[in-house]
């Protein structure tokens, strides 16, 4: 076993030096350094996109008027990796029933909260929410239910149309994708995303 351990640390070690030797006869070359610079760029931009921003697109018209179908927003990754979302962010996460799918809401009911929704006003833990980012409320009534562990309500800010955690339940912890930062698209309407 340790034999094969051993042989396993110098094979690999013989391959780095073969590499490490390829690439300075490469280097000689002219079109190298452009072509490790591309290589460079598009390994790093996977990483950002990975694990830092993303651009999504906002799919339907549920959060009019904050947001409008078709508009861009940058999305922040890094936040939820340090801390939990806040009641008000809106967030981009995959649709539970299609986790192929993102969907762009705003976070109304955080683990072990109770919301219930009176002739369309919100109530989160028996206290009205304040939400003047509402413009058209639904008259609808929906609970009282309890968020579970791990999970969030969401809902868009266009009431009567948005489809949301009334409709498909709730958002489970592991689809966040990240916060809405900045909106993008279209130039006239670049702003902070609230």
């Known amino acids: 076993m340790k034999e094969k351990l051993e042989g396993g640390i110098l094979w690999i070690k013989d391959k780095i030096y073969f590499i490490l030797a390829k690439r300075q006869e490469l280097r000689k070359k002219e079109w190298y350094d452009f072509v490790e610079t591309i290589l460079f760029a598009f390994i790093l931009a996977f990483l950002i996109k990975s694990f830092i921003l993303q651009i999504s697109y906002i799919p339907t018209g549920s959060m009019i008027p904050t947001l409008n ?4 927003v940058l999305v922040v990754r890094i936040p939820y990796y340090f801390r939990e979302p806040e009641r008000g962010e809106i967030i981009v996460f995959k649709y539970p029933l299609d986790p192929s799918k993102e969907y762009v809401k705003r976070l109304i009911g955080l683990p072990g909260d109770t919301v219930e929704i009176k002739q369309g006003n919100v109530y989160v833990n028996g ?3 304040e939400e003047n980012y509402v413009k058209r409320k639904s008259d609808d009534n929906h609970g009282p239910i309890k968020v579970p ?13 948005s489809v949301d955690s009334r409709y498909w339940g709730f958002v489970p912890k592991k689809n966040l994708v990240g916060k809405a930062l900045l909106l993008l698209w279209p130039p006239q309407r670049i702003q902070i995303v609230q």
């Not at 999970?151 to 009431?159: I, M, P």
């Open 127 to 129: 206290k009205l929410l």
């Open 149 to 161: 562990k791990d999970s969030y309500f969401v809902l868009g800010d266009n009431r009567p149309v």
């Open 69 to 72: 179908d078709g508009e861009a």
